[in-house]
């Protein structure tokens, strides 16, 4: 046993350097982590809205500095506890595939994911398919307003 300066018993500390003191996560950091691991699954067209016109829109408005979010966070919304996420998904999917083996395999991915960079435990995965995409629907780009 090592003893202090005053000859009592040294005090040394329960933690290990790596446990002392707080780490944070910003819900915008699980909503990118958990987009991209989305975005991963084949039959996972896009994120965000369905419709070719708000999708539009929602790309303007990423160009603007400070606009919306992110593409990477677009149809991604988290909320952050201390040691729990939940997550609230919307998608769009290809034409042809099983919407409900596309959901579980994004669900897998997502919490995955998240739990391995976040070290949150992912509650919850709520998933809404808000279009599909047919084959023979073209990709609207978004025109742009400079010249």
Do not use: C, W
């Not at 290990?16 to 944070?24: H, K, L, M, Y």
């Amino acid at each position: 046993m090592t003893e202090s300066a005053s000859g009592g018993p040294a005090k040394t500390s329960a933690k290990a350097p790596g446990d002392r003191g707080r780490t944070s996560i910003a819900d915008g950091v699980v909503e990118k982590i958990a987009g991209l691991a989305a975005r991963e699954v084949v039959g996972v067209h896009a994120m965000g809205s369905g419709s070719g016109l708000s999708r539009t829109f929602g790309a303007v408005r990423e160009r603007v500095p400070g606009g919306a979010k992110s593409s990477v966070t677009r149809g991604v919304k988290a909320e952050v506890g201390e040691t729990q996420t939940a997550l609230d998904l919307e998608i769009v999917v290809d034409y042809g595939v099983s919407i409900r083996e596309v959901a579980r395999a994004v669900r897998e991915n997502v919490i995955s994911a998240v739990e391995r960079m976040a070290g949150l435990e992912v509650v919850e995965v709520n998933i809404a398919v808000s279009d599909v995409k047919l084959p023979d629907e073209e990709e609207e780009e978004p025109e742009s307003r400079l010249q």
